[in-house]
């Protein structure tokens, strides 16, 4: 290995805001220890898609790809965010709101989570649950969405009936409405609240879930936590009271990592990607589950919708499985009939998001359509015709594209839209456009072939595509189109660097492929692979990084992994051993939510917001206090109220939880974005692109970021066109970028 002034090509991992969730075990009261990831991450890419859907007993939200929200459905008490109508079978979009990154529904309002942590709220106020002091004393109903005064900083919301949580990026948790049953959690019952209040006791929190008067939060140990109304035994144990005013661990459940509660049972996934359930078993008997059991025959899930009483799951292969009662037609299956084990939904694959009313569903596809059936008395199928519909039907209006995520190259970018689809442009002298063509392009076409696409990366001359059925597909490197990687299924998460590649399946288990001079595949050896290997001794994986010479790991319980070369002491574990071919514990890193690294230094990001970082801070890559010191465990980074960050060699980019982007390093072709090609001593704040940033990826000399409402924005060394600017030149400012 050369001293790392030396140049090199960097590999990077174009990493998109989500929802981050550390699972392990324990029986331990709440509040005991340090905070947990923020609910909005990765691993559970399993949860995170479905906050772009909400749906309740008659009004139905989703999120467009500009960050705007669209509303069907019955308005009663204006929850469409209109006060002149008495409901729509088509979406209408909700005027005033902008850059939405997660939508709630309740019985009689609607909540959006915009980009900065800020909450708006509309609809019936009367029983506090608009958040606001001046509801239900000016009025009982808002149609026009506000601002959730003196809340901020949050990360995830939720709604039950008449009843709001939402979660913060501390891993605390607040609520506010009807206290009737002490679903807020405040320790006691009676008083509603019409402003946020603390849930009592609770720390640590990475979900929060509600439905009728019930609250859930998994919290960063994989437990569920749950208070409010114990109707149909649905917090989990027919020991606990009818009803508890502050959080109960549902007993005998660890490793949760998915939830969602119906009106009268509850559905929870494990790491393991099987089903529990508990509450309601037959209405028509009224026959309980009173602790949580497994579903029967039905794994490879990643995700579960429960409707009031029938039950939902998405597979890691995009398929839709459905239980339970059928009166609406609301199990997809053609028919009334009660179902009483799973049955595959037809017709529909390729679904990434599901989000269950009381007898209606919505489905969100790959390609970004929203597909609806079930109950359609009041429109809230959206699909124009009020009557219902015993098989998934197309939502028409709400096939619509936009900017997802970017991934880039050393001088070529990648970007994924909101219909699955990939578009490239650049450099492209290996086919790493995967047009089948050696010509550059200065403008983004769409790749051939490809569909269903949930995720990209790409670094040097290599391009990766993560499909919506787990399969990946690889092109660059001399080949010209996408081709899958052998021997992987049910994937849930990519990253690739310039001479590695790994995949972090639904088993939570790591394959690495590529170089493996340093160790970089984890498999023990030194023996590089062109298929996939599973990484050894490394389980409960929610998060994977792959950098040059090193890999990084997030796992449930909170903790961080290197593995590879470590002559600097990239790997964090206060040695100078040259490599490490199995991964190790990063020591002092508890809580992490976000990692990456460069050629010769590693960066992780906590739950509180603190970046740490360890190895070589070369040209101030790393934004640590000690720069171009060794530092062979990690020590602080000086910026802080940290969302996420990835790094190059020579470079950084760090996001807030306001959407703000700072960047520290090389600027020679104005990579940093701050105007001019000077090396900087402090991080500065990328200009032009002040807020909503959702999305960072970093090439060799140029830098690539998604605002929340689509835009591509593009900045540094253009001469290979890798700016998308239908031009080749350089540009030292972010800017709008084409998008054909």
Same mark, same amino acid.
């Given at each position: 290995?050369?001293?790392?002034?030396?140049?090199?090509?960097?590999?990077?991992?174009?990493i998109?805001?989500?929802?981050?969730?550390?699972?392990?075990?324990g029986?331990q009261?709440?509040?005991?220890?340090? =905070?947990s990831?923020?609910?909005?991450?990765?691993?559970?890419?399993?949860?995170?898609?479905r906050v772009?859907?909400?749906?309740?007993?008659?009004h139905?939200?989703?999120?467009?790809?500009?960050?705007?929200?669209?509303?069907?459905? =019955?308005n009663?008490?204006g929850?469409?965010?209109?006060e002149?109508i008495? @409901?729509?079978?088509?979406?209408?979009?909700v005027?005033?709101l902008?850059?939405?990154?997660?939508?709630?529904?309740?019985?009689?309002?609607?909540?959006?989570?915009?980009?900065g942590?800020?909450?708006w709220t509309?609809?019936?106020?009367?029983?506090g649950?608009?958040?606001?002091p001046d509801?239900?004393?000016?009025?009982?109903?808002?149609?026009?969405p506000?601002?959730?005064?003196?809340?901020?900083?949050?990360?995830?919301i939720? &709604?039950?009936?008449t009843?709001?949580?939402?979660?913060?990026?501390?891993?605390?948790?607040?609520?506010?409405?009807?206290?009737?049953?002490? $679903?807020?959690?405040?320790?006691?019952?009676?008083?509603q609240?019409?402003?946020p209040?603390?849930?009592?006791?609770l720390a640590n929190v990475?979900?929060v879930?509600?439905?009728?008067?019930?609250?859930?939060?998994?919290?960063?140990?994989?437990t569920?936590w749950?208070?409010?109304?114990?109707?149909y035994?649905?917090?989990?144990?027919?020991?606990f009271p009818?009803q508890s005013?502050?959080?109960?661990?549902?007993?005998?459940?660890?490793?949760?990592?998915?939830?969602?509660?119906?009106l009268?049972?509850?559905?929870?996934v494990?790491?393991d990607?099987?089903?529990?359930?508990?509450?309601? *078993?037959?209405?028509g008997i009224e026959?309980?589950?009173?602790?949580?059991?497994?579903v029967?025959?039905?794994?490879?899930?990643?995700d579960?919708?429960?409707?009031?009483?029938?039950?939902?799951?998405i597979?890691s292969?995009g398929?839709? !499985?459905? !239980?339970?009662?059928?009166?609406?037609?609301?199990l997809?299956?053609?028919? *009334? $009939?009660?179902?009483?084990?799973?049955?595959?939904?037809?017709?529909?694959?390729?679904?990434?998001?599901?989000?269950?009313?009381?007898?209606?569903?919505?489905?969100?596809?790959?390609?970004?359509?929203i597909?609806?059936?079930?109950s359609?008395?009041?429109?809230?199928?959206?699909?124009?015709v009020?009557?219902?519909?015993?098989?998934?039907?197309l939502?028409?209006?709400?096939?619509v594209?936009?900017?997802?995520?970017? &991934?880039a190259?050393?001088s070529?970018s990648?970007?994924? $839209?909101?219909?699955?689809?990939?578009?490239?442009w650049?450099?492209?002298?290996? @086919?790493?456009? @995967?047009?089948?063509t050696?010509?550059?392009?200065?403008?983004?076409?769409q790749?051939?072939?490809l569909?269903?696409?949930?995720?990209?990366?790409?670094?040097?001359q290599?391009?990766?595509?993560?499909?919506? #059925?787990?399969?990946v597909?690889?092109w660059g *490197?001399?080949?010209l189109?996408p081709t899958r990687v052998p021997?992987l299924?049910?994937?849930?998460?990519?990253?690739t660097?310039?001479?590695?590649?790994l995949?972090l399946?639904?088993?939570a288990?790591?394959w690495a492929?590529?170089?493996n001079?340093?160790? $970089?595949?984890?498999?023990?050896?030194?023996?590089?692979?062109?298929?996939?290997?599973?990484?050894?001794?490394?389980?409960?994986v929610?998060?994977?990084?792959?950098?040059n010479?090193?890999?990084?790991a997030?796992t449930? #319980?909170?903790?961080?992994?290197?593995w590879?070369y470590?002559?600097?002491?990239?790997v964090?574990?206060?040695?100078?051993?040259?490599?490490?071919?199995?991964?190790v514990?990063?020591?002092?890193?508890?809580?992490?939510?976000?990692i990456?690294g460069?050629?010769?230094?590693?960066m992780?990001?906590?739950v509180?917001?603190s970046?740490?970082?360890?190895?070589v801070?070369?040209r101030?890559?790393?934004?640590?206090?000690?720069?171009?010191?060794?530092?062979?465990?990690?020590?602080?980074m000086y910026?802080?109220?940290?969302?996420?960050?990835?790094s190059?060699?020579?470079?950084?980019?760090?996001?807030?939880f306001?959407?703000?982007?700072?960047?520290?390093?090389?600027?020679?072709w104005?990579?940093? @974005?701050?105007?001019t090609?000077?090396f900087?001593?402090?991080?500065?704040?990328?200009?032009?692109?002040?807020?909503?940033?959702?999305?960072?990826?970093?090439g060799?000399?140029h830098?690539?970021a998604?605002?929340?409402?689509?835009?591509l !924005?593009?900045?540094?060394?253009?001469? #290979?066109?890798?700016?998308?600017r239908?031009?080749?030149?350089?540009t030292l400012?972010?800017?709008p970028?084409?998008?054909?």
């Open positions: 290995m050369s001293h790392p002034s030396s140049s090199r090509l960097r590999g990077v991992l174009g998109t805001l989500g929802l981050l969730l550390s699972v392990g075990c029986q009261e709440p509040g005991a220890e340090s =905070r990831e923020d609910s909005q991450s990765a691993a559970i890419s399993r949860t995170r898609p772009k859907l909400a749906a309740n007993e008659n139905s939200l989703a999120i467009r790809a500009n960050g705007t929200v669209w509303a069907s459905g =019955r009663f008490a929850v469409l965010g209109r002149d008495s @409901g729509s079978a088509t979406p209408l979009e005027p005033g902008t850059g939405a990154l997660s939508v709630a529904a309740g019985s009689a309002f609607s909540m959006a989570l915009r980009s942590g800020t909450v509309w609809g019936q106020g009367v029983w649950q608009l958040g606001s509801y239900p004393a000016a009025g009982a109903t808002r149609a026009t506000a601002q959730v005064p003196g809340l901020e900083g949050v990360v995830a939720a &709604a039950g009936s009843h709001a949580l939402a979660l913060k990026g501390d891993g605390t948790v607040w609520a506010w409405g009807l206290n009737s049953n002490g $679903q807020l959690g405040t320790g006691a019952s009676g008083a609240q019409n402003t209040v603390q849930v009592s006791g990475a979900a879930f509600a439905r009728g008067a019930t609250s859930f939060a998994i919290r960063s140990d994989g569920l749950g208070w409010g109304s114990n109707e035994a649905v917090l989990g144990s027919h020991l009818d005013a502050f959080p109960r661990q549902v007993p005998g459940l660890t490793n949760v990592v998915a939830v969602s509660q119906g009268e049972h509850v559905l929870a494990k790491s990607s099987t089903v529990w359930t508990w509450g309601m *078993k037959d209405p026959s309980y589950y009173v602790e949580p059991v497994q029967a025959g039905l794994t490879g899930v990643v579960v919708a429960a409707g009031t009483n029938s039950s939902y799951a597979k292969n398929t839709v !499985w459905s !239980w339970g009662e059928n009166t609406h037609g609301q997809g299956d053609g028919t *009334k $009939q009660r179902r009483p084990n799973p049955i595959l939904v037809p017709g529909l694959t390729g679904v990434s998001t599901l989000a269950a009313g009381a007898t209606h569903v919505l489905a969100l596809r790959g390609d970004g359509s597909w609806s059936w079930g359609n008395y009041k429109g809230e199928l959206g699909d124009g009020p009557m219902n519909t015993a098989t998934p039907a939502v028409q209006d709400a096939n594209t936009g900017a997802l995520a970017v &991934a190259g050393h070529h990648l970007l994924l $839209q909101s219909d699955g689809t990939v578009w490239s650049g450099d492209n002298e290996a @086919g790493q456009l @995967g047009d089948g050696r010509v550059r392009r200065i403008v983004p076409a790749v051939p072939t569909q269903d696409i949930t995720a990209i990366a790409a670094a040097g290599r391009s990766l595509a993560l499909r919506v #059925d787990g399969t597909w690889a *490197k001399n080949t189109v021997g299924e049910n994937v849930t998460a990519i990253s660097s310039l001479e590695h590649s995949a399946r639904d088993d288990t790591v492929w590529g170089t001079t340093e160790g $970089q595949l984890g498999d023990g050896t030194l023996t590089s692979r062109t298929t996939p290997v599973k990484v050894l001794t490394l389980t409960n929610m998060k994977i990084s792959a950098t010479y090193n890999s990084y997030i449930y #319980d909170g903790s961080a992994w290197a590879g470590n002559g600097y002491g990239q964090g574990d206060g040695t100078t051993t040259l490599r490490r071919s199995t991964p514990r990063i020591p002092g890193l508890s809580n992490v939510v976000a990456a460069g050629s010769y230094h590693g992780a990001v906590l509180d917001g970046g740490w970082s360890w190895g801070d070369y101030g890559a790393g934004m640590s206090l000690f720069t171009n010191a060794n530092r062979l465990v990690p020590r602080p910026v802080t109220g940290l969302f996420d960050v990835v190059s060699e020579s470079m950084a980019v760090a996001t807030t306001t959407g703000t982007a700072w960047a520290r390093g090389t600027n020679t104005g990579q940093v @974005g701050d105007g090609t000077d900087l001593e402090e991080a500065i704040q990328v200009q032009g692109i002040t807020s909503g940033v959702t999305s960072i990826a970093l060799d000399r830098t690539l998604i605002h929340s409402d689509g835009t !924005w593009s900045w540094g060394n253009n001469s #290979d066109g890798q700016l998308a239908g031009q080749a030149f350089d400012l972010p800017a970028s084409l998008l054909d």
